[in-house]
């Protein structure tokens, strides 16, 4: 899609929140519509949509943004688009009220004249990137596949003994040379009874022999993000260790049978937890059965209980029940989908089979 589109569309969206011009101060939604990739900028939409930034960004800026008039300004972002804003008739002037600072937003109220009141809106650019268009989908696809490529090669480094961050450090130097611009989140590798813990960053613990490891990764890679978890076996699991992983592998794949367009994104999270419910497991289910992924690792829609939005094609989702039991081990699988006119596309190539990590040597 054209940034002229993503305007045109923004622009209906700006007309019924009844303001005049919307300031964009996010970075993501700024790089979406204008394709900025730098860290200062201010995107002002209203009339024509004009981008400002400073003297650092002058050749990036002229390189990369396209659909905005480009100001350069001698001071920074904010007060630029002040200025801009100065010489046009008094009117509201939306702000992104999810990611202003409250120090930000002062100096706004300072700098403005008082005929011009900011006001604070809400997910306005995000709803719009919820839907992903077909480049972006492409785009998100090769983040996938770079991600899914980095997990086989990984389990070579699950020795016992190995700490979690030598590993960490295995698979984001492959990522890296593989050509990820870098991470999308602290990797997650979690061994034995600190598989349990849902966010298990890698720590110093060693690898264990025996229990389960959580392996929770993503890359960036032309700006969007991959994700993935698998949790393999070191060794042979034992029967309850297997049932856990079982009922967690039905959750996961109810999940995504659950998704079409149409249903809404708190019945894809019930469809997961009704499996665990079953198998009695669903107190060690601590978490959202998923959220969606783009440019940013956690974007709008939640799969969680009570969620409303409605799912539609061009969503690009995360799957990912688990569960964790305290001091003993927890099983996560979590794939990328793609929301299509009938259902949904797993785009995560890789096995879900449990595989179980012998360690002879
Ligand atoms: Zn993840
Ligand atoms: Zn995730």
Redesign the pocket.
Known sequence: MSSSKRFQSLSSAITKLHVDYLLITHLPNIRYLCGFTGSAGALLVGGEPVFFTDGRYTEQAHKEVFGARVLIGKKPPLPAAVEWLKRKRAGKLGIEGDHMTVAAEARLRALLPRSWRPRPTSGVVERQRMIKDAGEAELLRRAVNLGSSLFKPILKALRPGVPETAVAAKLEFAARQAGAEGMS?DTIIAAGPRSALPHGRASATPIPRQGFVVL?F?VILAGYCS???RTVALGRPSAKERGWYDAVLDAQLAGIAAVRPGVTAGEVDEAARKVLKRNKLAKYYTHST??G?GLE??ESPRLAAGETTVLEPGMVL?I?PGVYVPGQGGVRI?DMILVTKTGCDVLTPTTKELITVSHTA
């Open positions: 989140f929770d993503g994700d993935m978890t998923g959220h992924v690792i956690h995360t990912e979590e």
